[in-house]
């Protein structure tokens, strides 16, 4: 048997969180949270409260994080002294999820009564509560003035949602999910990254032109190459604008997402916003051609096969290149080269028509890679003639090598390579 690896994830690596679960049935929830921070290469200190223990077991948290998980028979151990003062220190980031009505009034407080409480008193890393509680207590102004305290102290609270809660009421209550939960502690723990107050915008997915009210001609692309562009840039601390083709993936957390059908209507948004970007990461599948007229009704089978004309589409890059020409920004302008055959002549030939700083070329017709698939093997040559061929990788992998070039040619720094 083999042991499956795990899947790093650079701005999670080797950060110190400190996970508060309260008493709520969420609780098992903490246990997924827990895991996934693990494997993304965290080290995971869990604190339970009394009543968290009684849903989950510490040894649940320790199996998961491969670290001791403490409760409050620690507080009155050996250690007690120093053992609160020793996990707050150091933390890179408090999490409290799920985050009880009760423990919310304790930390809206500064009452300390048990490790966590005590413990998130003396930390002064940043704090980010996930609130959980059954039918009416979110809603109670008691609840409400507490979060606005605490959000007024800087605290990030990120949820609740709407659903079905124990009780079997439905309503605001429920913890956020996750996944949704991961994407909040990557954004704050991204503040201080290299591209803290830079702009990025990155589009992603195929543009779809219509034939008719129903029929659209469109392209293979996924936007999951673009999407994790997305998520590298605001793992770097950036500013995130993702204008995006119809995709079935969800955007990443912190992600000002502009969705866009056409060409025309990404190359509206694209200009638009790039007016103050310092970063355009141009991966989408923009359209070349489209119906010069899409038939106004949906087309009949029995009034025989239609013939198109077809008339091209704005070519996007160009278009921000011309912008760029005048008002100086985009400073950065990453363009991609989707090739089938001779790859580095014709990404070459782009990088220069296109006036890029960077062009990312992959080979469709390599197996595992392009289209769809979850890797890409690409080769990124820069405006100075730099040739960087990267090996088969996923494309969370690719986006931050792309990241790490980018963050160099816009901070003047030299790129010693990955
Ligand atoms: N692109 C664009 N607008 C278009 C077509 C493409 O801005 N109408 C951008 C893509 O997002 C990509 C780069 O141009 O960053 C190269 O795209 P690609 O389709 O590989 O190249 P084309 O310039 O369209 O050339 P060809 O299709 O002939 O290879």
Redesign the pocket.
Same mark, same amino acid.
């Given at each position: 048997m083999s042991k499956t690896s795990a899947t790093p994830i650079p701005v999670l690596q080797d950060r110190r969180i400190l996970l508060g679960v309260t008493g709520s049935v969420a609780a098992y929830k903490a246990a997924e949270l827990a895991s996934r921070l693990t494997q993304a290469g965290a080290q995971v200190d869990v604190i339970l409260t009394r009543a968290a223990a009684r849903f989950m077991a510490p040894l649940t948290f320790q199996s998961l994080t491969g670290r001791r998980a403490y409760t409050d028979e620690d507080l009155w151990g050996a250690e007690a002294h120093v053992l609160h003062i020793g996990l707050a220190e150091g933390a890179d980031l408090l999490v409290i999820a799920p985050a009880t009505a009760n423990t919310l009034a304790k930390l809206a407080h500064g009452l300390a009564q048990d490790l966590l409480s005590i413990t998130a008193l003396a930390a002064r890393c940043p704090l980010l509560v996930a609130p959980a509680m059954d039918g009416g207590m979110y809603e109670n102004p008691a609840t409400q003035a507490n979060l606005q305290t605490l959000r007024e102290r800087g605290v990030i609270s990120v949820g609740p949602v709407e659903g079905r809660m124990a009780s079997g009421l439905a309503g605001l209550g429920r913890m956020a999910e996750p996944t949704e939960l991961l994407g909040h502690i990557r954004l704050t723990l991204a503040r201080s990254g290299p591209l803290a107050g830079r702009r990025v915008v990155v @589009?992603a997915g195929g @543009?779809q032109e219509p034939l008719d009210p129903v029929r659209v001609l469109a392209n293979r692309s996924s936007g999951k190459q673009g999407y994790a562009l997305a998520q590298a840039a605001l793992d770097r601390g950036a500013a995130v604008t993702l204008i995006s083709g119809p995709t079935a993936l969800r955007p990443p957390v912190g992600a000002q997402v502009v969705q866009v059908k056409t060409?025309a209507e !990404? =190359?509206r948004a #694209?200009l638009e916003v790039c007016r103050k970007a310092d970063v355009l990461l !141009?991966?989408?599948?923009?359209?070349?051609f489209r119906p010069a007229q899409a038939a106004p009704q949906k087309l009949k089978r029995r009034q025989g096969i239609p013939a198109f004309h077809l008339e091209? @589409? /704005?070519?996007?890059? =160009?278009? #921000?290149t011309e912008a760029r020409q005048q008002g100086g920004f985009p400073r950065v302008l990453?363009?991609?080269?989707?090739?089938s055959q001779d790859l580095l002549n014709?990404?070459r030939a782009?990088l220069e /028509?296109?006036g890029?700083d960077l062009? #990312?070329?992959n080979d469709i017709s390599a197996p595992e890679s392009g289209f769809a698939s979850d890797s890409n093997r690409v080769t990124i040559i820069d405006a100075q003639g730099g040739v960087e061929e990267l090996p088969l990788m996923p494309k969370t992998q690719v986006a931050e090598r792309v990241l790490d070039r980018v963050t160099a040619v816009l901070t003047g720094t030299a790129y010693e390579g990955a």
């Open positions: @589009t @543009t060409a !990404m =190359a #694209v !141009m991966a989408a599948a923009v359209a070349d091209p @589409t /704005e070519d996007v890059l =160009a278009l #921000v990453v363009g991609f080269a989707a090739e014709n990404a782009k /028509e296109k890029l062009i #990312v070329a």
